[in-house]
């Protein structure tokens, strides 16, 4: 929320009339709204929308409306972006994502104007399904606002709409909408994986909560490192005890983008990606970095027989020097399911055994881990 003027007793507008109080019982009988952000509003802006400098682009990325240092409103801008970051954590507990576009000048010149109501702005543009109607002011800074969308949001179409007659009355594109909500909603809520947090196999993990009145019957994981190659499908499997349909992305080759996104089917037959442009739409994250690896000291895993497996099963491993490291098994939610082995390993061949028998079938992955090196290798175990 932004602004004080609009939400109090006989604003200008005659029609809400309500105490802050009452806005946060609204929010919270309505919506189920308890936590609500409210920021001082701007001393040039004055229309008071929040939507004039700041956007939500998902749950937790912030578009927020940069103008050049002390100049106009930048100064209370920064202000309340800093208060919203140093006091709030995004749904998921996390920080919020800060994404900067330009606050572009009229006729070379940054509010406050003599028209108070001309106020233009990248930031007021409207998400439109797969499309963005971005605000354009025959502007110097027009082409950078439209790369910055279609940066962090790629995918989704960028169309350009002048707003140069528009702006004279109060607003842009979304402040002359109203988004109507679907009608039959599939909803499809998930935390993205972030490069900070890849540091182990157990944080390939993907989490979603899926739901829809008329239950789900499926939600798939779609990944690649190669956006000119193929997709990879893995099923995510419904966890009751997160209430989350959970998939794991193999380990991939250090520092390598990952791409994914997930798409969803409800039991009356609707279906839904997410991002919704996917896959020319998607998340992405890079592979956590491996130290160079010592050209004294370089580990092998041969080849893993049999495989498929049902009972013994042998792990061939081979290093240059002793090195301390990890041998471990994982399932396809990346859930750990034995170490094979931890500690030092010697130099030269040697055989680990996993005994297969023990697992239910399907499909896991053996992971060899030291200081240099990361090492997969995929392992089936038959009925």
Same mark, same amino acid.
């Given at each position: 929320?932004?602004?004080e003027n609009e939400s109090?007793?006989n604003d200008i507008?005659?029609?809400?009339?309500?105490?802050?109080?009452t806005?946060?019982e609204v929010?919270?009988?309505?919506?189920?709204?308890?936590?609500?952000?409210?920021?001082?509003e701007?001393?040039?802006?004055?229309?008071?929308h929040?939507?004039?400098?700041m956007?939500?682009?998902?749950?937790?990325?912030?578009? +927020? @409306?940069?103008y050049?240092?002390?100049v106009s409103?930048?100064?209370q801008?920064e202000?309340?972006?800093?208060? +919203?970051?140093?006091?709030y954590?995004t749904?998921?507990?996390?920080d919020?994502?800060?994404?900067?576009?330009?606050?572009p000048?009229?006729?070379?010149?940054f509010?406050p104007y003599a028209n108070?109501?001309?106020y233009?702005?990248?930031?007021n543009?409207?998400?439109?399904n797969?499309?963005i109607l971005?605000p354009?002011y025959n502007h110097?800074?027009?082409l950078?606002?439209q790369?910055t969308f279609?940066?962090?949001?790629?995918g989704?179409q960028?169309?350009?709409?002048n707003c140069?007659?528009m702006i004279?009355?109060?607003?842009a594109i979304?402040c002359i909408?109203?988004?109507? @909500?679907?009608?039959?909603?599939l909803?499809?809520?998930?935390a993205?994986i972030?490069t900070?947090?890849?540091d182990?196999p157990?944080?390939?993990?993907?989490?979603?909560?899926?739901q829809?009145r008329s @239950?789900?019957?499926?939600v798939?994981?779609?990944y690649t490192?190669d956006?000119n190659?193929?997709w990879?499908?893995i099923p995510m499997?419904?966890?009751?005890t997160?209430?989350q349909?959970?998939?794991?992305?193999?380990?991939?080759?250090p520092?390598?983008?990952?791409?994914?996104?997930m798409n969803?089917?409800?039991?009356?037959?609707?279906?839904?990606?997410?991002?919704m442009p996917a896959?020319?739409?998607y998340?992405?994250?890079?592979?956590?970095q491996i130290?160079?690896?010592?050209t004294?000291n370089?580990?092998?895993?041969?080849?893993?027989?049999p495989?498929?497996?049902?009972?013994i099963?042998? +792990?061939p491993?081979?290093f240059?020097?002793a090195a301390? @490291?990890?041998?471990r098994l994982?399932?396809?939610?990346?859930?750990?399911q034995t170490?094979v082995?931890e500690?030092?390993?010697p130099a030269?061949?040697?055989?680990?055994?996993?005994q297969?028998d023990?697992?239910?079938?399907?499909?896991y992955l +053996?992971v060899?881990q030291?200081?240099?090196?990361f090492?997969t290798?995929?392992l089936v175990?038959?009925?």
């Amino acid at each position: 929320m932004d602004g004080e003027n609009e939400s109090a007793p006989n604003d200008i507008f005659g029609t809400t009339n309500h105490t802050e109080t009452t806005i946060d019982e609204v929010m919270l009988r309505y919506m189920s709204i308890d936590r609500y952000i409210k920021m001082k509003e701007l001393p040039y802006d004055g229309i008071h929308h929040i939507d004039m400098h700041m956007k939500l682009l998902d749950e937790e990325t912030l578009l +927020v @409306g940069k103008y050049p240092t002390g100049v106009s409103d930048g100064p209370q801008i920064e202000a309340n972006i800093q208060y +919203v970051l140093d006091s709030y954590k995004t749904s998921f507990g996390r920080d919020f994502k800060v994404i900067r576009i330009p606050m572009p000048s009229f006729n070379n010149n940054f509010p406050p104007y003599a028209n108070e109501a001309l106020y233009p702005t990248y930031a007021n543009a409207l998400l439109v399904n797969k499309t963005i109607l971005l605000p354009q002011y025959n502007h110097p800074d027009d082409l950078a606002a439209q790369d910055t969308f279609k940066k962090y949001m790629p995918g989704y179409q960028v169309v350009g709409i002048n707003c140069n007659d528009m702006i004279g009355a109060g607003g842009a594109i979304h402040c002359i909408t109203k988004e109507i @909500g679907v009608l039959d909603p599939l909803r499809i809520v998930h935390a993205a994986i972030r490069t900070a947090d890849v540091d182990k196999p157990e944080d390939w993990q993907v989490r979603a909560t899926v739901q829809h009145r008329s @239950g789900i019957a499926q939600v798939e994981l779609f990944y690649t490192t190669d956006l000119n190659g193929a997709w990879t499908m893995i099923p995510m499997l419904y966890d009751p005890t997160i209430e989350q349909y959970v998939a794991a992305i193999p380990p991939q080759s250090p520092q390598s983008t990952v791409y994914y996104y997930m798409n969803a089917t409800a039991n009356n037959g609707k279906n839904i990606s997410r991002p919704m442009p996917a896959p020319e739409g998607y998340w992405s994250f890079r592979s956590f970095q491996i130290s160079s690896v010592s050209t004294a000291n370089v580990a092998q895993m041969a080849p893993i027989y049999p495989n498929p497996a049902r009972a013994i099963t042998v +792990v061939p491993v081979q290093f240059d020097q002793a090195a301390k @490291g990890s041998l471990r098994l994982y399932n396809t939610l990346g859930q750990l399911q034995t170490t094979v082995f931890e500690g030092e390993f010697p130099a030269g061949s040697k055989n680990y055994f996993i005994q297969a028998d023990r697992f239910p079938a399907g499909h896991y992955l +053996v992971v060899l881990q030291t200081a240099q090196q990361f090492i997969t290798q995929q392992l089936v175990i038959g009925e």
